[in-house]
C-alpha cells in the first residue's frame, strides 16, 4: 500500500478554497468583538462533537463514556444523538467497512471511508460531520470515497449511493441527506488532486 499518495482530506483541504471568505469573514468579526475565534469555535462545538462522537461509537459498536460533560452539553448531544437513532432504526445500517484504508493506484489517493456497508439494504458510502450544513467539499470527499470503493471493489456497486450525516456545531440538531450520484463531484476532487500534484514542481520555481 503506497502510503505516499495524499488522502483525500488533505487534497480537499489544501486546495479547495471556496469557504474561506466565510471563515475569514467570521474570524474577522470574533477579533472585532475581542473574542479569540479558536474559543469560540471550540466552545460552540462541544455539543455537536460529543454527538457526532456517540453516532461514530454507536455505528462501530463500541462503548461510548459519557460522564465528565456538563449538563447543557449532553442534553443537547443526546438529543441529537436520539434523533440519529430514530434514523438508524429506520435504515436499518449493516456495516461492510468502517474507516477501511483503501488506495487508488490508477489516480495515486487514498482514504478512509467513514461507513461502507448497507442502508435499508443497499451497499452505500455514509459520512459524518459536525457541521451547521452541508458543503461543497463534503460531497467531494463522498465522491472521492465512492472513487476508491469502484476501483477497489468493482464487483460491489454502489447500489444505495451516499449518505452523509450532519450534527450541528453547537445545538447537536441531526440532519440526514441521500444522494443517489453526485454530478461533478468526482471531477472536481480530480481537478484538486491534479493540482495537489502539481505543488512540487511550482515550488520549485520559486
Known amino acids: 500500500m503506497n502510503e505516499s499518495y495524499p488522502r483525500v482530506t488533505a487534497v480537499i483541504s489544501q486546495n479547495l478554497g471556496w469557504n474561506k471568505y466565510a471563515l475569514m469573514n467570521w474570524a474577522n468579526e470574533c477579533g472585532l468583538e475581542g473574542k479569540r475565534w479558536r474559543e469560540v469555535a471550540g466552545a ?7 454527538c457526532h ?7 462501530k459498536g463500541r462503548y461510548f463514556d459519557t460522564s465528565g460533560y456538563d449538563g447543557e452539553v449532553l442534553e443537547k448531544a443526546q438529543s441529537g444523538f436520539n434523533n440519529f437513532l430514530s434514523w438508524e432504526r429506520t435504515v436499518e445500517l449493516t456495516p461492510l467497512f468502517t474507516e477501511a484504508l483503501m488506495v ?8 478512509k471511508p467513514d461507513y461502507v456497508g448497507a442502508v435499508s439494504g ?3 458510502v455514509v459520512d459524518w460531520k459536525t457541521s451547521d450544513g452541508v458543503f461543497p467539499e463534503m460531497v467531494i470527499q463522498l465522491a472521492a470515497y465512492g472513487g476508491l470503493w469502484d476501483e477497489n471493489h468493482p464487483d460491489k456497486p454502489l447500489t444505495g449511493g451516499f449518505h452523509l450525516l450532519c450534527v450541528a456545531k453547537e445545538s447537536a440538531l441531526f440532519s440526514h441527506h441521500h444522494w ?3 454530478p461533478g463531484a468526482m471531477e472536481a476532487f480530480l481537478h ?3 493540482l495537489h500534484q502539481l505543488q512540487p ?3 520549485g520555481l520559486q
Open 122 to 124: 443497499e451497499l452505500a
Open 44 to 50: 460552540a462545538a462541544r455539543a455537536g462533537t460529543l
Open 180 to 182: 443517489e450520484i453526485l
Open 201 to 203: 514542481a511550482l515550488k
Open 104 to 111: 487508488s493506484d490508477k489516480y495515486r489517493y487514498r482514504g
Open 192 to 194: 484538486l488532486l491534479a
Open 53 to 59: 462522537a456517540m453516532i461514530d461509537a454507536q455505528i
